[in-house]
């Protein structure tokens, strides 16, 4: 009863509402993708019964087997699952829109001041906030997704195999879905049409074709620079399996050492400025390219290459749900399919939980290490770079969140504020004791 009352008011949701609400998602974005999937689920699952507990978790364990942001891509199949491919653009633009336009911005300044110490000093508070956000739903995804004793197994086997190890992403990931498909399958025989294999060719024809069009454009009129930065993230885009944080280390060594687009310094910029936007964390890939097509030829060449990278890195995107997300209700309803998705599903969360704990450890203190005994390899801040200004903006955050309760828009503002003026006031302390 319930899937049927879902689907019709999934149907009768208007192109309108869907761009009202996934302009909100946008906005509201910040914090990498444990906060992000959480603010959808509370969006589409809780405040608005638009996609089942279900199906979002099926579309999330997809999404994760994708190169590339799952959180962008699992925003894109809800808008699709909405309202078809129209639904798919809507969402999975205005997820990375207001991110990028903040990227754009903040890329000149950059490009023309070489630092924004205010503006990163607002978004400390956002960051703090967003700590608060992820220990809430990390635990409420874990509670969703673990039912049996062996999904909890995969949950944490997934996180120490990441955050101890250092396993490949992909690995964990089909580890999880092999031992799912052989001891979580049920017993009920599949029901659903296979999807056809004709709808996927076309897909595949013209979203293919719009992701080389620039790229076929730009060889054409001679642009090496441009061509080779388009080239180097239209690879990235094929590689990203695990998210940003997965492929940073590959990108840096690339851009810095290899190609020499940017300094070592200037990529851990770009990444600081990435984490305090909207969006998902591979905008820093924007920023990249921004930086290095401004090296080159200045700002003018800096935005086109800025465009270019946006275009390659997220046209991709949109082939990848597009051409698979027909196929995750048949993948669902086949037993071994369906079993090997919650094997995923549970690893998902050891995933999410790994993402969690290393946004916090790079908020909280100004040095993360690492610490190694063996095959063991695990971050280690330096008790001495504790932040007590991230760490007082998170007990706001809470005491706003869980205490007040007041509405996340307004305790994003309010702490971006408190950030502000800590920037402003801390250098300031020194005098007033002295005259005091």
Not at 45 to 52: I, N, Q, T
Not at 205 to 229: M, S
Not at 260 to 265: D, F, K, V
Not at 303 to 316: C, E, N, S
Request: aromatic content about 10%; overall charge neutral.
């Amino acid at each position: 009863m319930r899937h049927a009352r879902l689907a019709v008011m999934s149907a009768s949701v208007s192109l309108s509402e869907i761009t009202r609400v996934f302009a909100r998602i946008g906005l509201l974005s910040f914090g990498g993708p444990a906060a992000q999937i959480a603010l959808m689920h509370r969006e589409l699952v809780e405040a608005r019964p638009w996609l089942s507990e279900a199906q979002f978790l099926r579309a999330l364990s997809f999404c994760m087997l994708l190169p590339g942001p799952e959180a962008m891509q699992l925003c894109t199949y809800c808008g699709w699952r909405l309202k078809g491919v129209a639904g798919g653009l809507i969402a999975g633009t205005l997820f990375v829109l207001p991110g990028a336009l903040v990227i754009f911005a903040l890329a000149a300044l950059y490009a023309r001041f070489g630092d924004v110490p205010l503006v990163q000093a607002l978004f400390l508070g956002i960051k703090a906030t967003v700590l608060v956000i992820v220990a809430q739903a990390l635990w409420k995804l874990a509670q969703r997704a673990l039912g049996a004793p062996l999904a909890w197994a995969l949950a944490g086997l997934s996180f120490a195999g990441l955050f101890a190890f250092g396993l490949p992403f992909p690995a964990i990931i089909l580890a999880a879905g092999l031992v799912g498909a052989l001891a979580l399958a049920p017993g009920a025989a599949p029901t659903l049409a296979r999807p056809r294999l004709a709808d996927g060719t076309r897909t595949l024809l013209v979203w293919g074709a719009l992701w080389a069009a620039p790229l076929v454009l730009l060889w054409g009129l001679g642009q090496d620079l441009l061509l080779q930065i388009g080239l180097f993230f239209s690879k990235l885009a094929v590689v990203t399996f695990g998210g940003a944080y997965a492929v940073l280390a590959y990108m840096t060594q690339e851009v810095v050492v290899v190609r020499g687009w940017l300094e070592t310094a200037q990529m851990m910029d770009a990444l600081g400025l990435a984490e305090t936007t909207p969006g998902p964390l591979i905008l820093v890939t924007q920023f990249v390219g921004i930086l290095a097509g401004t090296e080159a030829g200045g700002l003018s060449l800096g935005l086109i290459a800025g465009l270019l990278t946006l275009w390659v890195t997220f046209v991709p995107c949109f082939l990848w749900i597009f051409l698979g997300a027909p196929w995750i209700d048949w993948i669902s309803d086949q037993p071994r399919l369906t079993g090997a998705l919650q094997g995923i599903t549970a690893a998902v969360v050891g995933v999410i939980a790994n993402l969690a704990l290393w946004f916090a450890a790079h908020v909280l203190f100004g040095s993360v290490g690492r610490a190694g005994l063996g095959p063991v390899t695990v971050i280690a801040p330096d008790p001495a770079s504790l932040s007590l200004a991230a760490l007082g903006l998170a007990g706001l955050a809470a005491a706003l969140l869980w205490g007040l309760r007041l509405p996340l828009p307004a305790v994003l503002g309010l702490t971006a504020l408190a950030g502000g003026a800590l920037e402003l006031l801390l250098p300031a302390l020194p005098n007033v004791f002295v005259l005091l």
